[in-house]
């Protein structure tokens, strides 16, 4: 039987002025209490022992205790406490504490300047429902802990941290305004789900130090770093949750590896994806939309697996840089402002399948020393401003059953760089399908380019170019033409359409069964093209000639000095 207590600041029959005197009387019973407080603002400090119940007898707000210095409650036993205000001025000290066993808020509210305002220490339970915490950290230490239907306001640095062990389940409850994390879990377990979160100075949700993180439909807005963040070696999931206005959308690095499922990141002011030092991580159908600068970001040793993945709006959709990895399959990209995939920096790699690309400036840049490479299979690139594939340096790149259509060029390599192209095709390009120059290579088997509106295929310099059963249908120029000191042959190759020839080469290229209607001719001087169009990584691109110009790559300050003198006619010159 549980026995009952009234506090009353105004006295009563058989009541206790304060809630501590009912405390005492409770104690020396030792017996289940229930103690039944009247509306006003209690000034002490609460030492709740055993099973003890605390209730506000005229609901939520009307009891407020206080303390200027020290902890304001301080529970051992089975306690609960019921509509009460706790306000505590000591940010040196714990201003709810739980001791021993368990501890649960139900529509109580936490106020404090600063500190921790709810704290669960080592092997106790504590569970906060339908509560307020104001100000304050709710610390959960090798606990146990359960939060439903919350509110956390303004927390001076994270809003929840759970730590050493503990495990915690926070459900429909909203964060905002917290300085640092709304829910930081490090070297402990905890799920996060239907929640709001919004404002916070750091990620909104952070697991680091080996920690596991489960994260399921919530919404994330207006954050100054990280939507959701994974960091040294934690695990977790990801499901249905949506990020908008963060930094970086979710991010994972330093060996952690998250799964991320049916997430939509927008309008994140940075990237979408970022998976950096040796992170890795699997993400399955998301959606990126608007991101400010990369939608998905390996660099610097990350390794993602992306599956399934919509990338629409912003500036460029995959970055794989310095000496990062990544697999993406089924990515579908769209409307973006700079190139969709992009694999920059010395041995950076990029496996991409099942590739979809619409309405971008370019499709695939590569760039970079021997260790570059990528390797595209099965994928479309359409409507592409400059080249559906660009590749420099002394990178190397595969194709298989790439189809490019409309655009200004196929496929160009450039430099010292290398390029194998099997089973794929361009169509209606203004330029031509594969363009090779400096002292690149290509490699083409089953390559077909219909309607260009110049050439099939062309090499320059010192270029090489092997093409066994290529198809060059409709080419308004020429079907294949070599310049300079470009080397290369023909096998089993065929040119047809209203051109005017099929070859133009310069004595360099081997002609292996060669089948068309149209001339070859051997040119004394170089064929005219139109305009190559040479795509600077990170830079300009020039579509006519420039004289006359300084290009000044790489450099933080540039000074320009203009020299003027005066010749004997007076006249300045510079």
């Known amino acids: ?107 109580t509210e936490v106020r404090v300047r600063g500190g921790v305002a709810v704290h669960a220490r080592s092997h106790t339970s504590v569970t906060l429902r339908d509560s307020t915490v104001r100000h304050g950290r709710t610390l959960f230490s090798g606990s146990s802990g359960l939060v439903e239907r919350c509110r956390f306001t303004d927390a001076a640095d994270n809003a929840i941290a759970v730590i050493e062990g503990a ?38 949700l952070m697991a680091d130090t080996r920690a596991e993180l489960t994260v399921a439909d919530c919404t994330i807005t207006a954050v100054h770093a990280e939507g959701i963040m994974f960091i040294e070696q934690s695990r977790g999931s990801v499901d ?85 990895r990544g697999r993406f399959s089924g990515i579908g990209i769209e409307d973006l402002t700079g190139s969709a995939l992009r694999v920059f920096d010395d041995d950076s790699t990029a496996v991409f399948e099942r590739v979809r690309v619409d309405r971008c400036p370019s499709g ?55 390029l194998r192209v099997s089973d794929s095709g361009v169509r209606a390009v203004t330029s031509g399908g594969a363009v090779v120059f400096g002292g690149a290579r290509l490699f083409a088997t089953d390559l077909a380019v219909t309607g260009s509106g110049a050439l099939g295929v062309y090499g320059r310099d010192s270029a090489y170019l092997d093409v066994t059963r290529g198809v060059f249908t409709d080419c308004t120029a020429v079907g294949a033409a070599f310049d300079d000191e470009c080397g290369g042959r023909l096998v089993d190759c065929s040119v047809s359409g209203p051109g005017d020839t099929a070859v133009r080469h310069n004595g360099r290229v081997d002609l292996v069964s060669l089948s068309t209607s149209l001339p070859v001719v051997r040119n004394e001087e170089p064929v005219e093209v139109p305009p190559t169009i040479v795509n600077i990584f990170n830079g300009p691109v020039f579509n006519k000639p420039v004289i006359n110009s300084h290009i000044l790559w790489n450099n933080d300050n540039v000074n320009h000095v203009i020299q003027r003198h005066t010749t004997e006619d007076g006249l300045a010159h510079e």
């Open 1 to 107: 039987m549980v026995a009952r207590y009234v506090v009353s600041p105004r006295g009563g029959r058989r009541g206790y002025p304060d809630i501590t005197s009912a405390l005492r009387a409770a104690a020396a019973r030792g017996r289940a209490a229930q103690i039944e407080i009247a509306p006003g603002h209690y000034d002490e400090m609460l030492l709740v022992r055993g099973e003890v119940r605390l209730v506000a007898l005229e609901g939520s707000g009307s009891v407020v205790v206080s303390r200027p210095h020290g902890t304001v409650l301080e529970s051992s036993g089975a306690v609960r406490v019921e509509g009460l205000v706790l306000t505590g001025n000591d940010t040196e000290a714990d201003a709810v504490a739980c001791q021993w066993g368990t501890l649960t808020l139900d529509h």
């Open 364 to 418: 695939l840049e590569v760039r970079g020393n021997g260790g570059t490479t990528a390797e595209v299979a099965d994928s479309e690139f359409h409507d592409f401003a400059l080249a559906a594939v660009a590749v420099g340096g002394q990178a190397r790149v595969s194709l298989k059953g790439i189809r490019a259509e409309r655009g200004v060029l196929g496929f160009g390599v450039g430099e010292e760089a290398s």
């Open 240 to 324: 249905r949750t949506r990020v908008t206005d963060a930094r970086h959308g979710i991010g994972a690095a330093s060996g952690a590896d998250p799964v991320v499922r049916g997430c939509v990141l927008t309008a994140c002011r940075d990237t979408g994806i970022n998976v950096q030092t040796s992170g890795r991580g699997r993400f399955e159908d998301c959606q990126v939309v608007g991101a400010g600068n990369v939608a998905v970001f390996s660099t610097k040793g990350g390794a993602p697996e992306v599956r399934g993945c919509r990338v629409s709006g912003g500036n460029v959709g995959i970055a794989v840089t310095e000496g990062a």
């Open 167 to 204: 495990r915690v389940s926070v459900h429909g409850s909203r964060i905002e305004g917290s300085r640092i994390h709304g829910v930081r879990v490090c070297d402990a377990y905890g799920v996060v789900t239907g929640c709001e979160l919004t404002g916070t100075g750091n990620a909104a």
